[in-house]
């Protein structure tokens, strides 16, 4: 049931020789109060029609009515519901209208007695932020209307009222008509009425009536008020503009530590709120000779000049700044002398400097240092480009520098929080390893020692065991020894390869046989535990590799075994060698197995990574191996990474080796991978795994 027309609007057609005054919230608040204190002083029951905004506005005011009530049992009370208000009939009428309804921008307060009568009728009225004015704090609320004690007009604004009642509230149909019956004339009309030759045309007329003499002093000095504090607002109007604008970019800025988010900000909320053609910002030292422009501000139709590069060393202007350490104005570029004189030694010719202005379009300017502690970290720029020259106010000036202040505080800010999340990134991953390194070692040490000490005790205290289950009781002790070892040296290996305590032996290398030398490994150990199949894709042409044999039989294996855990006997493991450069081959171990998480590509490499968590694991291992690898490979300048569709579809480790450059001989060296291998595969008649 939205209004398309205000009250006051209808209300001015019928009255057109009335002008509207302007008011304050707080003189509304005032004249509402006095005409509510004369129903509750008086001994009439008048007709009391009152009009909120919202609810909330209602809510302050709610006891009041309730005593209003109590004078008379003709009280409409009107507001736009936001929580419990709604249409009602206890101790007065209360009417819910839409939230669309024009009578959200409205005041009103209408009373209507047998010897006196008085309305407040006004609309709220958006203030601009040009004006200097805070339309959005309560107290500067502004509105336009009339304020009268003439009988005419009140009853006027009464039946408009009555009528838009009855609209919402069919029910009060007939309540409505006594009050018109009682309090409004019989041939009212909603239509241009001939004001009275004895009627002044101003908004307190009060010919017709004689109020309180009181109520008249003080409507008098509540409009003298409102015109000295348009006046002391718009006085006060660019201070307050000004701080506003320091604590937006204050806490717009300060809300990011990213340096380049910090800049983009400050010359958006700098350029809108100065309103300037174009706010640009660049970092820069005192020894810079150039700088880029990277963040700017633009006003409707400038040209961007982002991108570009700025002189600063030649730049007479730039030094004159970083000299004076304090900002820079230029009412007209034109007519500036520093932009006109003569080339003089060791600096930007003013022709060149004129070049540049008119490239940019820039008439008036200023340059304002961003220092912190004497260290220049940036200049902030503000070019004005027309039509006519600005004077730069030293207010202006002074709001620059003071956010030119706080943008180097909030660089400061954000190179000190990147320094500090670099530091705890090392922090949180050594105390990942700390953490990761007490688990593991505490469940992989433990469980062994707690099998070999029941093993050894067994054996010790149980003379009459049978040769078969004593030679039982010492394989056991012996594996889970070996088990270990091998925990042991995996941390010495990893130690080493990170402290880089590592003499690599480089040497040409037939990819083809470390290939085979893994495999036999790998199957020397499972010799006793079923395997997935395992197939050998290499081809016999393959350019020589350079690496040390030793660890690259060590990344090869540990890949292979890596699969072997993970793959079921039905699955299959395939290994392959792709020359895709002519630098490197890339080795590739794939496997049909539960495969790995996207997201986990990169952590797998990590140091004690355990897909299933340390202590809750089905296969064996530290989770040290794939770290170990990334190690190896680096250590020859190769790269290795996985690659996986997800759970249950497999994944593929790939790493490069680098060919040997020298490939001129018809038959390559014998590489000394396998002496080296032999020499150390001997171990009390078994395999032995090389670390």
Known sequence: MSKSKSVLTRLLQIFPQWRPQMY???????????????????????????????????????QRYRRIAQKSDQVYVLAAPETEFKNCSLDYETIAFDSDDTLTEEWHLIVLGASYASCLICQEKIVSKNQ??????????????????????????????????VEYRPELQEKAEFARQQYLPPDIVTQTVAQPNNIDNTTWDVTSNNPDPFVQR????????????????RSLGDKEHKERLINSVTTAIRLSLDPDEILQIAVQKLGEGLGVCRCLVY?????????????????????????????????????????????????????????????????????????????????????????????????????????????????????????????????????????????????????RTRSNLVAITGHELRTPLSTIQVCLESLASEPDMSPELRQVMLNTALQDAERMRKLVQDFLTLSQLESGRVEWNIEPLDLHECVDLSLSNVRARHRETPLPKIENRVKDELPLVKADGEWLVEVLAKLLDNACKFTSTEGKITIEVSCNSPYHLEVTVSDTGRGIEPKRLETVFDRFYQEEGALRRSTGGTGLGLAICRQIVRGWGGKIWAESQGKDHGSQFHFTVPIYADQMSTEPPKPTVTRSRQSRTKTKGKSKKIS
């Open 24 to 62: 304050f919230k707080a003189s509304l608040t005032a004249l509402s109060h006095a005409m509510e204190d004369q129903v509750l002083a008086g001994l009439e029951e008048p007709l009391v029609i009152a009009s909120f905004q919202r609810e909330r506005f209602y809510r302050q005011e709610a």
């Open 132 to 165: 200097g004015m805070t339309g959005g704090i309560d107290n500067n609320r502004r509105f336009e209307g009339i304020w009268t004690f003439d009988r005419q007009v009140t009853q006027q604004a009464a039946h408009i009222l009555l009528n838009t009642i």
């Open 283 to 431: 970092r820069c030292k005192e020894t810079d000779t150039t700088a880029t422009i990277e963040h700017e501000f633009l006003n409707q139709g400038i040209a961007s000049i982002k991108g570009q590069t700025w002189p600063l060393k030649h730049n007479p202007l730039f030094q004159e700044v970083v000299e004076l350490r304090d900002a820079l104005t230029i009412d007209n570029a034109i007519h500036d002398p520093r932009l006109s004189r003569e080339q003089e030694e060791g600096k930007l010719s003013g022709k060149s400097l004129q070049i540049l202005v008119n490239s940019c379009s820039i008439l008036s300017w200023m340059l304002v240092p961003i220092f912190y502690r004497g260290r220049l970290l940036g200049m902030l720029e503000l070019h004005h480009c027309g039509p006519k020259p600005v004077t730069w106010k030293e207010e202006d000036v002074g709001l620059v520098n003071a956010i030119a202040t706080q943008i180097g505080v909030a660089l400061i800010q954000a190179e000190a929080y990147a320094n500090l999340q670099d530091l705890n990134e090392q922090l949180e991953a050594l105390d």
């Open 218 to 233: 003080l409507v008098t000095y509540l409009q003298a008020g409102q015109y000295k504090l348009i006046k002391a607002n």
